[in-house]
């Protein structure tokens, strides 16, 4: 019988008085001196800079930005024009203050988004949260007269996913009482539901099975090209994918493991697993294309627009108006590249304004409206840039017809003068080569190092400008190192599915090699190496903890996974048996049983000391599993220190200020613990 069973209580009076207690004493520890003061004013100047360049999203004639800064914590929602966008101080159209509403409504609202109308751009669905969980409320929103709209589309709070079918009817899928809800807690049913009725009126589309991860509906308003489907996701990375067409459903005729997307007359799709069609085989991680007309009557002329080949890994694609832009990574370092369909053809060359240094992401594009597009890139020395292209509609690439322009840059938030970035290898224990970034100062002395990874899901970490990062811990002299292992999609498919289930050990034996190597090559040693993780990385920290405590000095978790015999019984935790393993299952349920740190710390263990961090309001990721493993670590006399936020959800922060106080305990926990093991720092480690 699990003792500690009653911390998964998570709003209980005596589950939340236990993590008050603990977060007194970690503040106690940490917070309050006058180090620790100044770096989280250092952090929140950061984090509020005006100087920060404006994401924005366009839509029709507008760029849409949300913004937090100190004035407006919760956040601001704003637009304007290309026009002022390009001005040095931009003139916003506030569309909604969510401070303000906040007040008036006496809630803790957090900003989750909003879907606009199209080709109107008049209405929206902004969804808010309490307290930054998943969890959201719907309200329709006039972006004529700035204000919710009366008697119109609202939902409550729940794990929804909404899409705009016309100005008068919508997809739902949410929580319509017992019964609609899948085992992973997401909705297992999606309606279209129409503006004037009732909710209990709206019409079911498709609903899928209990133990499916959960179903979507989308449509794609691209005129001369509407189409709607639904998404039935049955496992993390599998579903079946619909067409709705005259009120039927069209089931596509691609791999379960497939991703598709639409694009004007295109079908798009993503292979996970090789895929023999006829007599040719694509590989995984491949993009392909397909007319959809001729896909949906029986058609297989596909067009292989990316194969992966060894060191190469497909990222995703942006479609423009009439091109795709292609980012792929080759050693975890970006490449795009712009396909053009012709009549011989796609045609394909290097995407213009792309620098050769760095990490470059596409971070808009307007598929309905023409061929522009916004590109992002930094490094992790360098700030970020952000620039506009225009491709024009030739078909081809007629490069007069293409421009780019720098439209903003960011300051540096901290001196990069003397840290250099390079990028090395360590062999994990089967003889792989797992690459690794350093961010440090050439020829120093071993030095108080970070190392961060992930590896899950098939989620590539790549390079990034972080000034949390540079002022908290670079510019202190410490050294950071980001971690590219398996289990992540730096490699494509077969590098995440390598870490998979009963294999997920190989991603901890990367890990491992890597803080090896670290020491090896005389870059750190073990006394001076901290690692930090969230989320699937929060678990790896707890692996590293309790299979690996001799190479750390120390560990930050944070809203972590730690109890893997129960994690599928905890939230959305049964949506990830695919990566995991299923615990009921006799073979992998021994397998998780043999790492999962919850089960594995022992009261004997030589551990390095442990920060754990998790919310309160984290509802894809119980903050139970923190409490319990911070629990029993305290039973067994361990040194551990434990901080809940109170409201946060997943990121464990609903604000800025909530955001640099968190950085601040974090980095100063690591700078206390693993400076010791430096006898030149004269300073006070509390």
Do not use: C
Request: hydrophobic fraction near 40%; charge should be negative.
């Amino acid at each position: 019988m699990d003792p500690y069973l009653w911390l998964e209580d998570v709003d209980s009076a005596a589950a939340l008085t236990w993590a008050r207690e603990r977060n007194a004493e970690a503040e106690a520890k940490l917070a309050g001196s006058p180090r620790f003061d100044a770096l989280r004013a250092e952090l929140r100047e950061v984090l509020d800079s005006d100087e920060r360049i404006p994401g924005v999203v366009r839509r029709g004639e507008w760029l849409f930005n949300f913004w937090q800064d100190a004035e407006h914590p919760r956040g601001m929602w704003r637009r304007t024009t290309l026009a002022q966008y390009r001005t040095a101080d931009p003139d916003w159209e506030l569309l909604l203050d969510v401070d303000r509403l906040a007040e008036t409504e006496d809630e803790n609202w957090v900003w989750q988004g909003a879907a606009v109308l199209h080709p109107t751009l008049d209405r929206a669905l902004v969804q808010l949260s309490r307290g930054g969980a998943d969890a959201a409320l719907v309200r329709e929103f006039d972006l004529g007269r700035l204000a919710f709209v009366d008697d119109g589309f609202v939902l409550p709070e729940a794990k929804t996913d909404v899409a705009w079918l016309d100005r008068d009817q919508i997809f739902v899928a949410t929580d319509f009482g017992p019964g609609t809800l899948t085992s992973s807690g997401y909705a297992r049913v999606v309606k279209r539901w129409r503006r004037g009725t009732a909710l209990a009126e709206a019409v079911t589309v498709f609903e899928g099975q209990p133990d499916d991860v959960l179903v979507a509906a989308w449509h794609d308003p691209t005129e001369g090209f509407e189409r709607s489907g639904v998404s039935r996701r049955i496992g993390f990375f599998t579903s079946e994918e619909f067409l709705v067409r005259d009120g039927e459903l069209t089931r596509l005729d691609v791999p379960d493991d497939a991703d598709v997307d639409f694009h004007r007359e295109w079908l798009l799709i993503r292979t996970r697993s090789p895929w023999t069609v006829g007599e040719h085989e694509y590989p995984a991680g491949a993009l392909l294309a397909a007319n959809v007309d001729d896909y949906l009557a029986g058609g297989r002329h596909l067009t292989a627009l990316f194969e992966p080949d060894t060191g190469s890994a497909l990222g995703y694609h942006a479609a423009t108006r009439h091109h795709l832009i292609v980012q792929s990574l080759v050693d975890v370092r970006s490449r795009l590249e712009v396909y053009s369909p012709a009549e011989d053809g796609w045609h394909s060359r290097p995407l213009p304004g792309v620098p050769e240094v760095g990490y470059t992401d596409v971070v808009d594009t307007d598929p309905y409206a023409g061929d522009e597009y916004f590109l992002q890139f930094s490094g992790f020395t360098e700030p970020n840039t952000l620039r506009r292209g225009d491709l024009g509609r030739a078909e081809g690439f007629d490069e007069s017809v293409e421009s780019v322009e720098t439209l903003k840059r960011e300051p540096a938030f901290f001196d990069p003068v003397g840290l250099g970035v390079e990028q090395l290898f360590a062999v994990s224990a089967d003889g792989t080569r797992v690459p690794y970034f350093v961010v440090r100062r050439p020829g120093s002395d071993p030095a108080p190092t970070l190392l961060t990874g992930y590896g899950g899901f098939e989620i590539a970490e790549t390079e990034a400008y972080s000034g949390v990062i540079g002022r908290g811990w670079l510019a202190r002299g410490g050294t950071f190192v980001q971690a590219n292992i398996r289990g992540g999609g730096e490699y494509g498919p077969a590098w995440h599915q390598s870490g998979l289930t009963t294999n997920r050990l190989r991603v901890y034996e990367d890990f491992a090699a890597v803080a090896a190597d670290l020491v090896e090559r005389g870059i750190t040693t073990r006394e001076q190496l901290g690692i930090r993780g969230g989320s699937n990385g929060g678990l790896l920290m707890g692996v590293m903890l309790t299979r690996y405590p001799e190479l750390f000095g120390a560990v930050v978790s944070e809203v972590p996974l730690l109890d893997m015999l129960r994690y599928h019984h905890l939230l959305a935790g049964a949506s990830w048996m695919a990566e995991y393993g299923d615990p009921e299952d006799p073979v992998e349920g021994a397998y998780l049983r043999g790492y999962s740190p919850y089960q594995n710390v022992r009261p004997d263990g030589a551990y390095p000391p442990a920060l754990f961090v998790t919310s309160t309001r984290d509802d894809r990721v119980h903050p139970g599993h923190a409490r319990k493993m911070v629990a029993r670590m305290r039973e067994y006399g361990l040194d551990v220190t434990y901080y809940e936020n109170i409201e946060g959800g997943h990121g464990a922060a609903a604000n800025n200020e909530q955001r640099a106080y968190k950085s601040a305990l974090i980095f100063e926990f690591l700078w206390r613990t693993l400076r010791r093991a430096d006898a030149a720092d004269g300073e006070d480690h509390g």
